[in-house]
């Protein structure tokens, strides 16, 4: 519970607290007009190569770390993991097989969906972002944040709309997604 008096509150509202404008062409556009975004990086687990492979690629993040003469945040976001799609098409699948192994082995594969369903079940996410007016500097700096990850053996690429709305989720809802204002009660 927040401890503010009547007076203090302006809004009930958490998204009218956030200086946030809009969020177009994979940024979001702060009241001062001052942009947020960055890359969106596609996870690797890098612990499962060799020991020198390793290495390599973390001495190629910290070359990228040093190269970086900016305030940046790296974030790790969850998403929720949606398999609906794929449950329907085991369903179909199940249905419309007439062995007895493979109906079983089907089954075995809608029980394990369902447990993921059932234990809410997030893929992970990691960004990379920073806050410019300059779009000129932004592409650059997007760029530059691209290719020295791919010299790191690690694919990214600029945030989109979708991807800055799911951030914005977690940090305000908790990571649950909402069409209405985040209502914050006094009492």
Do not use: H
């Amino acid at each position: 519970m927040l401890n503010m008096t009547k007076t203090q509150i302006k809004s009930k509202y958490t998204e009218d607290w956030v200086p946030i404008q809009s969020i177009s062409s994979g940024m979001i556009v702060l009241n001062s007009q001052e942009k947020v975004t960055g890359v969106k990086i596609s996870p690797r687990n890098i612990f499962i190569l060799d020991y020198e492979t390793q290495q390599a690629v973390l001495a190629n993040l910290r070359n990228m770390y040093n190269q970086i003469d900016y305030e940046f945040w790296l974030v790790v976001a969850d998403r929720p993991v949606d398999i609906s799609v794929y449950m329907s098409q085991l369903q179909l699948l199940y249905n419309q097989e007439n062995s007895p192994a493979i109906r079983k082995l089907i089954a075995e594969d809608i029980e394990k969906g369902n447990s993921f369903i059932n234990n809410n079940v997030v893929d992970t996410e990691y960004y990379i972002l920073f806050k410019e007016k300059d779009i000129d500097k932004i592409q650059k700096r997007i760029r530059m944040l691209i290719n020295t990850l791919a010299s790191a053996g690690l694919s990214a690429q600029q945030t989109s709309n979708e991807d800055l709305r799911i951030i914005l989720d977690n940090f305000l809802n908790g990571g649950r997604t909402m069409d209405f204002g985040t209502v914050v009660t006094t009492e």
